[in-house]
């Protein structure tokens, strides 16, 4: 056998698990004497731990290692800022989103109490839906609201804390002292009061603790009322309603379902206690549109999700009950990866550029990408073939022209989804029940086909048929760039002065419109037939009418010139993010896939020579024992005689081998990989045959 080969196939059996059957044992040296002590470690100071602490924390270089330090720590940088800025329009909007049905909880709370509910429990039955995470951000704030104001505070009391009667009252008191005071406070409240000693269980501790503080509000917030045992919920309020006249309770009731679901299964007796108002949080839905949507439409942005991790961002929201915290947190991945394995990501941070860190191997990285391509052959179509030979030749002129067009690809992104932004504005004056969401209309523009679909055509009805009030509500929202247009200043103009000089109250209509068209009736033969016709128009729905086609017709023009593929940009790899494999296989992982692939073709993971990795076409002793024997595994039938495995197991062993086998070394490394395959759960022992294994998994199932 070749010694080599085996001494390979030793290193990569090595590290085992604790499923392990069999080990190999391998003496020490003979020259080093067994009582020799271990060399003794150089202490690293604390200095050197910091900086090792740094290094592994910033992103390792790129460009084969030519990567400078400086540019590697950029990146860096670039995606820690990048997030920082996307991450505060996330909390603002989720904050947002929580203000209405937070005041109105908080105005709840405060206004109400067992005398105006009649001696009942104040209860908010608070409807989540889908969007689970926003319940734990309304109690939070909640309580920050409370014992700011010095009015009281929330307990959350989980379905897992309370088992039974005692331990919930355990749990409820505990967390309501240290709501405020901590633990040690909740321990001088056990051992420092005067008196009989009271068990942890007792609301007599919780009254005391009310009036020590002078609490007016206590919340007690159930997140999962709906897994709450029945019988032990009916007996905790009924305890609850008894203490209303010295503990201030007000119940806060998490509902995922519906509030007549939730009712239903309470008996009679404790609905009778509870009175309250119904609250309703917002779908995570509109959560994650606004999200995606100031994610990519800030007027500051510098890094865009492509098409392919756009469409498979909403595929997982739309078949999971994904929180908006979720969403953050997978737009998070795509941010990091692009800046963790992209180094033109460096030229995102703003800032004066350092010519000489973006030079050699960048400048060559540069004159590689798809785009770079592109970009000159379209120059050679057009006869600037001098400027193609500048581009691959003059390396100044490379980085200048280079960030010419890096900003002008950006500022042709927020073009795009401005008027993403225009369209979706002007289809919510449409009829139609069913509302364009603004993800599918930004899928379109990003794939290059929202220009010529039917939306803009819809779009472009729905302003031909506006009234004035709309139209003028709709130029006000025009982009920045289209807005600055001659043109439109024009039409903008001309409108204006239409609205001055006319002496109607009522909007100006179009002839397009429908209240400025008339149905008329006529008998033929017995048979009355309808016909449309146009109404008699003013001289100023006339002039209307012109104003209406000449926006159109520059909308039209500026769709064409905006709506481009951002794949056709220059430079458009440095802030366009598209790679959906990354983002897909970290949030929806493919273990088994993963491990079939390892198994049947190791060197596409293990560092191995050219010469090794030849092995990974057919079965070789190159390869790992538990690939070998998976891949003769593979070529068997539903049951494995054992003795047939082993025979050719041993001949793969056998065959590249120059010198004798070692028979007791492969049949350890035999026994290794089955004792991998049963880990995996790829075979078991036969029932049938004791002789035989029983194949649990197929390659592709």
């Known amino acids: 056998m070749d010694p080599n080969g085996l001494e390979e196939a030793l290193d990569l059996s090595r590290d085992r698990s604790q499923y392990q059957g069999v080990y190999i044992y391998q003496p020490a040296k003979p020259g080093k004497p067994a009582a020799e002590r271990a060399p003794k470690r150089r202490k690293v100071s604390s200095a050197d731990k910091g900086e090792h602490t740094f290094n592994n924390e910033t992103f390792v270089p790129l460009l084969n290692g030519e990567e400078s330090t400086e540019s590697v720590q950029l990146r860096h940088e670039t995606y820690e800022q990048l997030w920082k800025m996307q991450e505060d329009k996330i909390q603002a909007i989720l904050e947002d989103v929580d203000a209405g049905v937070l005041a109105d909880v908080l105005s709840f709370v405060r206004e109400t109490s067992p005398q105006t509910c009649d001696g009942c429990i104040p209860t908010a039955l608070v409807t989540v839906g889908s969007n689970v995470s926003s319940l734990s951000r309304l109690l939070a704030r909640l309580n920050d609201q409370l014992i700011s104001n010095d009015e009281g505070g929330v307990v959350v009391l989980e379905s897992g804390d309370a088992p039974n009667l005692k331990t919930a009252l355990k749990n409820i008191i505990r967390a309501a002292v240290a709501n405020t005071e901590g633990n040690d406070g909740y321990q001088r409240l056990l051992t420092d009061r005067s008196g009989p000693r009271v068990l942890g269980y007792d609301l007599e501790l919780l009254n005391e603790y009310v009036q020590k503080k002078g609490t007016n509000k206590l919340v007690l917030a159930l997140r999962d009322s709906e897994a709450f045992d ?24 998490g509902i995922s379902t519906s509030v007549e679901l939730f009712e239903g299964r309470l008996p009679r007796s404790c609905v009778s206690l509870l009175q309250g108002k119904h609250f309703e949080v917002q779908e995570a839905g509109n959560c994650v549109d606004r999200i995606y949507g100031a994610l990519q439409a800030g007027t500051d942005n510098k890094l865009w999700l492509g098409r392919n991790i756009t469409s ?58 798809p785009s770079f391509r592109m970009h000159c052959e379209d120059l050679i179509e057009a006869g600037s073939s001098d400027e193609v030979r500048d581009l691959l030749e003059n390396d100044q002129h490379l980085y200048q022209e280079m960030f010419k067009h890096f900003d002008i690809g950006r500022q042709r992104m927020r073009d795009i989804f401005d008027v993403v932004y225009l369209i979706c504005g002007c289809l919510q004056h449409t009829q139609s029940t069913k509302k364009t969401p603004f993800s599918e209309l930004s899928v379109r523009a990003l794939s290059g086909d929202l220009g010529e679909s039917q939306v803009v055509d819809d779009m472009i009805a729905t302003v031909r048929a506006m009234d004035s009030e709309k139209l003028s509500s709709v130029l006000k929202d025009l982009p920045e760039t289209l807005s600055n247009d001659s043109t439109l200043t024009e039409i903008k103009t001309d409108f204006k002065t239409l609205l001055e000089t006319s002496p109607d109250s009522e909007p100006l209509r179009s002839e397009y419109n429908i209240n400025s068209s008339v149905t008329k009736t006529t008998v033929v033969q017995q048979r009355i037939q309808l016909s449309k016709g146009k109404a008699n128009l003013s001289g100023q729905d006339l002039e209307y009418t012109k104003i209406v086609d000449r926006l159109v017709a520059a909308l039209q023009e500026y769709f064409t010139e905006t709506l ?88 793969v062993f056998e065959s590249d081998s120059d010198n004798k086998t070692d028979d007791r070394i492969v049949m350890a490394l035999f026994y290794g990989a089955l004792s991998d395959l049963k880990m995996f759960g790829m075979v078991k022992n036969s029932r049938k045959k004791t002789d035989h294994l029983a194949k649990s998994a197929w390659l592709g199932l």
């Open 230 to 253: 029945t019988g032990m919920l009916t007996d905790l309020l009924s305890l609850f309603e008894s203490w209303l006249d010295r503990i201030p309770f007000t119940l806060l009731l």
């Open 312 to 369: 498979t961002l909403f595929e997982k929201a739309s078949d999971y009950f994904q929180t908006p915290e979720t969403f953050s947190r997978m737009v998070k991945y795509a941010y990091m990866s692009h800046c963790f394995a992209n180094p033109l990501s460096a030229l995102l941070l703003p800032g004066p550029a350092n010519p000489e860190r973006f030079q050699g191997s960048f400048l060559e990285a540069v004159r590689n990408l």
């Open 564 to 651: 481009i593929r951002p794949q056709e940009l220059f430079m458009h790899e440095a802030f366009l993010f598209d790679l959906r494999n990354p983002l897909k296989e970290n949030f929806a992982p493919r273990p088994r896939f993963a491990i079939e692939r390892a198994m049947g073709s190791p060197f596409d993971y293990l560092i191995s020579s050219s010469e090794n990795s030849q092995g990974g076409a057919k079965i070789s002793a190159k390869q790992p024992p538990a690939a070998i024997l998976y891949q003769l595994y593979l070529e068997s039938g539903a049951l494995v005689n054992v003795h047939d495995l082993w025979q050719a197991f041993y001949a």
